[in-house]
């Protein structure tokens, strides 16, 4: 894109998308904020408190439609509640708009696939807001993982915990796409699946609707049994009625070694060998965080995109699986269950 503005577009400028605007506008000085749609009129306003100048308001239901169609803008970001995304998404992208994304990528597996198909023929910068990413302790991870470090992968333990109520959408069934599971729970099955480079294969576990003794409506913990394209099996557990916080522990282990992390560090055992720490680190002008990866693919300052919709798709296979088995109660196997959208696992492979 030659052009010296970037006219941009936000969809949904609620907490995060206020957050990822202003990391994108100071990292990529060139975009202006042209627009903002959002049902929530004081959303916007406090977006323009934000940016110091003013956007045009659109808080229609549809308001999306007018300031993709209207206004002339050459990128829009997405920030609205998970079940949108999708509508949001292919909107954008069937007019030929970019769009910077944020998790959840789409709900659904095969509405993932199609949004990054329209992408992909149309030739646009589509990205997801995994800023984890960008992070040099779980990059690290996947450095080691791909050179071999410790073999191949065999098993895992992937946990995190957060204290989540599901306030407002988050706990509305019509919104959230599956509670918690969808909502922090999405980074970690991505940091699953993005580290170890692999595809989900099968899962079969239980999630429950409690938070403090309260019955909510939408899933708030899980536990699963989680199979790789490799064989590799391990658990996944998601929590969100935990007590004021957030914790996560993250373990690999292969053939020839294991990764953990102890706090921030990063540790490496070999078999019969005391844990070493590794250091961390990513690559000389790395982007900082997705808002800067989309940016610089803006303005032609790189080609690379780290968070392409490949591993939303991913991800939104995994969440499909493990979201069935809870319901089901039964093992479920991600081939069969992606079959349903008419598509086999190779369209997962790069
Ligand atoms: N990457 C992260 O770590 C991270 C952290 C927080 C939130 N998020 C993601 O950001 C997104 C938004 O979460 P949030 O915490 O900012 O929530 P939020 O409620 O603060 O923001 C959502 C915004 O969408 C607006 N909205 C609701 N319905 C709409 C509609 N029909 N059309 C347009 N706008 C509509 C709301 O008024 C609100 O301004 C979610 O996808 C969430 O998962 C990601």
Known sequence: MSKNKIRFGVIGPGGAGRSRVMRLVQSTPSVEVVAAADTNDACITQLEASLGYGVEHLTARSGYKKLIDQLDVDAVGVFSPHTLHYEHAKYALEAGKHVLIEKPMVCGVGNALETARIAAEKDLVYLIHYQRHFAAKYYTVRQLIKRGTIGEV????????????????????????????????????????????????????????????????VPINGSFNVELSNGAAGRLIILGDYIHGFHEDIRIMGDKGTLFYQGEKLMLVKPGKPAVEIPLSVPKNYPECPADNFGRLLTGRTKNNYVPPIFGARVALLTDTILEAAATGKKIDCAKLLKKSGYDMSVLST
Do not use: C
């Open 154 to 217: 065999k098993s895992f333990f992937v946990y995190m915990a957060q204290d989540w109520s599901g306030r407002a959408w988050r706990g509305d069934p019509r919104y959230s796409g599956g509670g918690q599971l969808n909502d922090s729970g999405s980074h970690y099955q991505d940091i699953l699946l993005w580290m170890t480079d692999l595809l989900p294969k099968s899962a079969e576990g239980s999630a429950d609707y409690y938070y403090q003794g309260e019955k909510k409506r």
